[in-house]
């Protein structure tokens, strides 16, 4: 029987928060799921910046940028007592709650509700979205699955007030949920392994379409012991290069989409195995498209072939994950780059015609025992190359290699505590690596004027 299904992308709650190309991907992936078996699915999207009721709320609309980033709407809220030491203001980003309230009271006759769940150190603005569907929609079961509910799911049973928790991926786990409560049987289930074999999020649902995220693969080849992508995706799956080229095709003939943002961990990796058919396939079709990779790219595959290719197929946003320019740390996290590499790619993609300030290398800083001084080395290489160092600050994640070390290092509780994940609180500074060192690099580079 058809089902009544509303999905919730809930409130981000945090010290700054900005729209990198951030769409709920995996939310509209289960909506998409969920259509395909004949249920009716409505959506809520609390941080949608191009709400109307809001904007005339708050006066204007938020600051956007024509390449489908920019800034959310957002209030002031009170610290969570955890972070009340921490000197910086802290918002509510997306819709008022007032809001949310009288659109929940639009949607009459739902059977289950699905929220989303994106940084771990969130939890308090999902947690908000589910009191208040209890409270508004009393008896209605409520499910809260993605990146929080998976990596702190004790967390989320005790303290979130959701009747079901999902960790890992959602496609079977929601079809199963439904089948049990409600006694259907499963209509169209898909292979998980196949990614071909998944309906197209349904972006469809959105208010505004301004950018759309594209997945052509799951997981990534490489282990760096900061990062939790493993934990997620066992193996490295991909989906079939035409089959990409099709989705885009459809956004960009049927919603007159330009740009498009890659989540993939490992996009270029095995280029032959995607990057190289699907922008050719691209090409043939005539299609004109935009593309921003704001997750990092892997600096190891960039050739001057690549690097033209990337140019003349419309990349704007290239990000690498370089993390570090010392030789000790690049090996005992994982080995995924060498500064040799790096000085290579950047000189490619300057012949290529890409400008300094095209390319952004992330370097992590605050990892257990970093000193300042490699935080700042890293910085002088990245330019000495010829590129945009972009910091990141690191956010210690449940179940990666690191995190035991993280726990020791950390003066914060973060074993107890999700808010202390948050990369704003450089959870694990030292005394040599302090808040004050960071904000001074920071500065600095804030100041730079690059060609
Ligand atoms: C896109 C992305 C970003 C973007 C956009 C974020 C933004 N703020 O604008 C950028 C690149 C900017 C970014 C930045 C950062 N990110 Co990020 N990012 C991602 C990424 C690659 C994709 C998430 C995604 O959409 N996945 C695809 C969809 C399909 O998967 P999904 O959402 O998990 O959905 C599935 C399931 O979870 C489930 N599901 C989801 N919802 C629901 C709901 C229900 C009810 C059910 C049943 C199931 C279910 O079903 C879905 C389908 O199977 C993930 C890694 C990854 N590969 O997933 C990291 C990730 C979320 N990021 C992470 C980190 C560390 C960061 C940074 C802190 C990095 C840094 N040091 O600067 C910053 C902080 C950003 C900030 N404060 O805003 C960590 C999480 C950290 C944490 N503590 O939670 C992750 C997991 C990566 C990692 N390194 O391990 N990020
Ligand atoms: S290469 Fe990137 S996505 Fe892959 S494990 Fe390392 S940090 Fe994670």
Redesign the pocket.
């Known amino acids: 029987m058809a089902r009544q299904i509303l999905l919730i992308n809930p409130w981000i709650t945090?010290f700054a928060?900005?729209?990198?190309?951030?769409k709920p991907?995996?939310?509209l992936?289960?909506a998409g799921l969920l259509r395909a078996n004949g249920h009716k699915v409505d959506f809520i999207d609390c941080l949608d910046p191009f709400d109307p009721e809001m904007a005339a709320k708050a006066g204007k609309p938020p600051r956007r940028h024509p390449f489908g980033h920019g800034r959310f709407f957002r209030r002031e809220i009170e610290k969570p007592e955890a972070l009340a030491a921490f000197p910086r203001s802290y918002c509510r980003y997306g819709m008022d709650p007032d809001i949310f309230r009288v659109r929940l009271a639009r949607h009459a006759g739902i059977d289950l509700v699905?929220?989303?769940?994106?940084?771990?150190?969130w939890y308090p603005g999902v947690f908000e979205a589910i009191r208040i569907v209890k409270e508004e929609m009393p008896g209605v079961p409520v499910?809260?699955?993605?990146?929080?509910?998976?990596?702190c799911p004790e967390h989320a049973h005790i303290h979130s007030g959701a009747d079901?928790i999902?960790q890992?991926?959602?496609?079977k786990?929601?079809l199963k949920?439904i089948a049990d409560r409600f006694g259907d049987p499963h209509g169209f289930v898909p292979d998980e392994k196949d990614l071909d074999s998944l309906p197209w999020p349904a972006f469809d649902l959105l208010s505004h379409l301004d950018q759309v995220?594209i997945?052509t693969s799951?997981g990534c080849p490489y282990r760096c012991s900061?990062?939790?992508?493993h934990l997620?995706y066992k193996g490295y799956l991909r989906r079939d290069p035409l089959r990409v080229a099709d989705e885009i095709e459809h956004w960009q003939r049927r919603f007159s989409v330009t740009d498009f943002s890659f989540?993939d961990?490992a996009l270029l990796v095995d280029p032959q195995g995607m990057i190289v058919p699907l922008l050719a396939e691209l090409k043939k079709r005539g299609l004109s498209c935009r593309f921003h990779c704001?997750?990092?790219l892997h600096v190891r595959e960039i050739t001057p072939d690549m690097s033209r290719l990337l140019f003349s197929s419309g990349f704007k946003t290239i990000r690498f994950g370089f993390e570090t320019a010392d030789f000790q740390m690049q090996k005992e996290t994982g080995g995924k780059v060498a500064n040799d590499e790096l000085k290579k790619t950047v000189a490619a993609l300057k012949n290529a015609g890409y400008r300094t300030a095209d390319i952004g290398v992330y370097l992590?800083c605050g990892i257990p025992g970093q000193k300042t001084a490699d935080v700042s080395m890293s910085i002088d290489f990245v330019l000495n190359c010829g590129a945009k160092p972009v910091l990141?600050?690191?956010?210690p994640?449940p179940g990666?290699k690191m995190w035991p070390e993280a726990v020791a290092a950390s003066p914060f509780d973060i074993a107890r505590e999700p808010l202390y994940?948050n990369?704003t609180l450089l959870s694990c500074r030292n005394e040599d690596f302090t808040y004050e060192a960071y904000s001074r690099l920071k500065a600095q580079l804030k100041s730079m004027r690059y060609a």
């Open positions: 945090d928060a900005y729209d990198f190309w951030l991907l995996g939310l992936y289960l699905l929220i989303t769940s994106m940084m771990t150190y499910a809260l699955g993605g990146k929080y509910a998976s990596l079901y999902v890992g991926r959602g496609e786990a929601v949920m995220p997945i799951l900061y990062c939790s992508s997620f989540y961990d704001p997750n990092g992590l990141a600050e690191y956010s994640i990666t994940h990369n």
